[in-house]
């Protein structure tokens, strides 16, 4: 799944620790969605984009080929 997470983490200036932190998960994790190596659950998905004020839609988008 694509995702912007880099984008917007950068927007705010937060570090994947940081945002890690925020949401109860390792940076390990934050780096992994940021890669494309790992889709996160849907509780972190919810988690992610309450703290980035905005819908999930908006974060993760589905691969297009």
């Not at 997470?5 to 950068?10: D, E, G, P, S, T």
């Not at 494309?36 to 988008?61: N, Q, T, V």
């Amino acid at each position: 799944m694509e995702n912007d997470l880099k984008v917007r983490r950068a927007r705010v200036d937060v570090t994947q620790k940081e945002l890690a932190d925020a949401v109860n998960v390792t940076r390990q994790t934050i780096n992994a969605i940021e890669r494309g190596r790992y889709d996160p659950s849907l509780e972190l998905a919810f988690a992610l984009a309450e703290f980035f004020d905005c819908d999930i839609e908006d974060i993760f988008h589905p691969e297009t080929e």
